[in-house]
């Protein structure tokens, strides 16, 4: 499952819960009992049961503290978690997407991490800097700390390539004129595979690629600024493989996040794939070997302004500020997050250390394990780290969809209709709370 996979934009809601300690809650009164909310990292809820289950048996024999755990799916978790800080009713502990930190944060519902909390938890330091930084708004202590990192890389069928002649591309002309060089729409076999009905895979892209030509999509008071020549450029970049250069399938304008494309890349029907690393489940569950394909960083434009190759993709834990049992979810984050558990789940959850020194353990593949630890590391940004950054992916996601979409049938997109449909998007922020 994609980190962020299905925001739900409901800025109003949240700018309206306030602390949400107020109403009974659910969390555990119980000191030596903890209620978990746990993301969908598994093929399925069952797996993410069945792979938890023994390191929650783990914390519960090392502190005598049980964990209820429920695991819930990437359509739900967002609105569910909204509610329960209107309603008071919430777990103790959480997981969130990273990328909604400052969202979340904004609503004033979740424990604040100073220096106390560090200290119980083991220390800020023990985190690998980039994953530290997608805690929430600068300047204001973080709601969240890392748990799960992930990452983009550019995956490539090795065979393909090297039938074509072809080396992995460093800069983004090498790629699309590999992309071209290794598209037969008439055999059905595409240069690039792309989710192209998911949001959240056009608005990552579109900050990737703004950030490749010096732009971001809010100013330094919070303001967006979706309409920039570097904006634009950015999601022309995306949408051009689509449109322009021809190299990605028009079907897949459908594909939202699932299997579908992941699915196309491991059946040979395209030839390289920009995902997070956690593409590797879908991929081998579709029988391609991990020795079958390589990973580089994606590319930027040989001119470009920075070398960004992905955003701080992540799953963070967070903690309710109306908990009964603080102390016991302080003990549960720092278990959580310790190199020890991090070695334990980073395999079955296709997920990178998150804990300086950590070791890279899902793939057996030492050179995809270095590129996405050095993606991470060294090329990645956080998201925008505002409070309006739930109705930015939504906004800004739609209105790639759109064009993505446009490119599919064969219309040409314009500068001038990238540019517009970000003014829409922008405009819409005003009236979804996120200006």
């Known amino acids: 499952m994609r980190l962020a ?40 809820l069952a797996d993410d049961k069945k792979n938890l289950a023994p390191v929650l048996k783990q914390f519960q024999q090392q502190t005598g503290i049980k964990v209820n ?8 978790l967002y609105s569910k978690i909204l509610a329960a800080t209107t309603s008071g009713k919430g777990p103790d502990v959480l997981n969130i997407g990273n990328t909604w930190a400052a969202s979340l944060q904004a609503t004033g519902a979740f424990l604040p991490f100073g220096d106390k909390e560090f200290s119980a938890i083991g220390g800020k330091d023990k985190f690998v800097e980039a994953s530290l930084k997608t805690g929430g708004v600068p300047g204001k202590p973080p709601t969240s700390v890392p748990y799960l990192g992930l990452a983009y890389g550019l995956y490539y069928n090795k065979l393909m390539f090297s039938d074509a002649g072809l080396q992995p591309p460093k800069t983004w002309e090498e790629l699309v004129s590999d992309a071209k060089k290794l598209t037969s729409s008439s055999k059905g076999v595409y240069g690039m595979a792309m989710e192209g009905g998911s949001y959240t895979e056009g608005v990552h892209f579109a900050f990737i690629f703004g950030q490749q030509h010096g732009a971001d999509p809010f100013d330094s008071s919070g303001k967006p600024t979706f309409t920039t020549p570097g904006m634009v450029a950015g999601v022309k970049q995306y949408v051009d493989l689509m449109g322009a250069d021809k190299v990605v399938n028009p079907s897949s304008a459908q594909y939202k996040n699932g299997p579908e494309a992941p699915g196309d890349f491991a059946k040979g029907k395209a030839a390289m794939l920009m995902s997070q690393n956690n593409a590797d489940n879908t991929l081998q569950a579709d029988g391609m070997k991990s020795s079958e394909y390589g990973v580089v960083p994606i590319p930027a434009p040989s001119d470009a302004a920075k070398d960004t190759a992905s955003f701080v993709a992540g799953i963070n834990l967070s903690i309710f500020n109306n908990t009964k049992n603080k102390a016991g979810a302080l003990k549960f984050v720092k278990f959580m997050t310790s190199k020890q558990t991090q070695a334990t789940l980073d395999k079955p959850f296709t997920a990178l250390p998150v804990v300086k020194g950590g070791t890279v353990n899902f793939t057996d593949n030492p050179a995809e394990a270095q590129a996405f630890q050095s993606v991470l590391q060294t090329r990645s940004v ?17 209105a790639v969809n759109a064009l993505v979409a446009q490119a599919a049938t064969g219309k040409p997109v314009t500068d001038s209709d990238v540019k517009a449909a970000l003014q829409e998007a922008q405009q819409k922020m005003a009236t979804s709370g996120g200006s």
């Open 5 to 44: 996979a299905t925001v739900v934009a409901v800025m109003t809601l949240a700018a309206t819960a306030a602390c949400g300690g107020n109403g009974s809650s659910s969390s555990s009164s119980d000191a030596k009992t903890l209620t978990y909310w746990a993301s969908n990292q598994s093929p399925s």
């Open 69 to 76: 755990l429920q695991v819930i799916g990437w359509p739900d």
């Open 382 to 398: 956080p998201l925008p780290l505002v409070p309006a950054e739930a109705a930015y992916e939504t906004n800004v996601g739609n």
